[in-house]
């Protein structure tokens, strides 16, 4: 059984930062592909960010310089450090594992 498990969502002042984490089980992590997807209200799901079983990284225009997408296979983890928040930034953020597994988001606010 595949769980993804993302914690780090919360509640972050504009210019703040925050940092995701998705830990993946019953699954050989390291062969996949994973991506963070945001959905904010009433809006489209959107991809944020991906980065392949190779390392390479690729980011929405409307993070590139202030989110950064890593992974550590040796702990099946994912992350998102989410530098210069804005308001705009608010939303549900998903892990996706192999554009198939997800995880069950976490609600990310950025609001003074």
Known sequence: QVHLVESGGGLVQPGGSLRLSCAASGIIFSANVMEWYRQARG?????????????????????KGRFTISRDNAENT???????????DTAVYYCVLGRH??????????SS
């Not at 994912?78 to 705009?88: A, D, F, H, I």
């Not at 597994?101 to 950025?110: A, I, K, L, R, S």
């Open 43 to 63: 809006k489209q799901r959107e991809l944020v960010a991906t980065i392949t079983s190779g390392g390479t990284t690729n980011y929405a225009d409307s993070v």
């Open 78 to 88: 994912v992350y998102l450090q989410m530098n210069s928040l804005q308001p705009e």
């Open 101 to 110: 597994y997800w995880g069950q988001g976490t609600q990310v606010t950025v």
